[in-house]
């Protein structure tokens, strides 16, 4: 089903905006390569091979070594170059195991959830990829701990992921940032969050919405901005950025 929220939300964040409504917006979009069908599987296991060789430490499982799921994706992301899909996978992997991505549950992030800072949306979006919202005005780094902050982060990453129907790989991010103000600034979790999404989730956030920034948003995007352009899977996904203040 496609994301269909009221006023004074966008009745669809993605699809079209009505004339009259207040909403003000940007897009950061990531544009994906096709992939090719050909040899596919034999660079998988080429991967694989290397992985087992090179750095037999590394779990097997999900999100292991032996992903072909998650090995493809990184050889996607590095147009198909099995050393620079290997050399991405081993910090990936890593993290996945260090941060203890399969140990997150509704139950662990329970108490930083029920702020309502973020969310999966119940439904997709109108063109059926999950929906991830962030509620800036809810934020407050001085009075909430940052490595809680961080595991909800991924685990409402890695529900948003599990959400992706068949055929589709990425994902919508929404920053509300209605209300927002100087006390809910936060570089140093900004910087976790491109850092996830380039090693850890490189190309699964599609498209980002920034909903009602106010003129206070416009110290911190200036910070930001330079910041996103160091980040190289950022460039290679093709993302084209515009001011979120008008």
Aim: net charge negative; aromatic share 12%; glycine share 4%.
């Amino acid at each position: 089903m496609a994301l269909r929220l009221g006023p004074p939300l966008l009745h669809s964040f993605h699809g079209f905006v009505p004339k009259n409504s207040p909403i003000r917006f940007s897009k950061v979009y990531a544009q994906n390569s096709m992939l090719p069908s050909v040899e596919s599987h034999k660079l998988i296991m080429e991967v694989k091979e290397k992985l087992k060789r090179d750095h037999p430490s590394l779990h097997v499982g999900k999100n292991g070594r032996d992903d072909d799921e998650m090995i493809l994706w990184f050889l996607k992301d590095r147009k198909f170059s099995v050393d620079e899909a290997v050399k991405k996978l081993t910090i990936a992997i890593k993290w996945h195991e260090e941060f203890g991505v399969s140990e997150l549950s509704e139950e662990s992030v329970k108490s930083i959830a029920e702020t309502g800072k973020a969310y999966v949306h119940d439904f997709l979006d109108v063109y059926d990829r999950p929906v991830l919202i962030v509620v800036a005005s809810k934020h407050f780094p001085a009075m909430q701990d940052p490595v809680e902050d961080e595991k909800l982060c991924v685990f409402l990453i890695e529900k948003a992921l599990s959400k992706l129907p068949d055929g589709k790989e990425q994902i919508l991010g929404i920053f509300d940032l209605r209300e927002f103000g100087s006390e809910n600034a936060d570089i140093k979790f900004l910087k976790f969050l491109f850092d996830v999404f380039y090693y850890y989730y490189p190309k699964r956030l599609g498209e980002v919405l920034f909903v009602d920034a106010p003129f206070v948003f416009q110290p911190l995007w200036q910070l930001v901005k330079p910041l996103l352009k160091s980040y190289a899977s950022l460039m290679f996904a093709g993302i084209v950025i515009r001011d979120p203040i008008d």
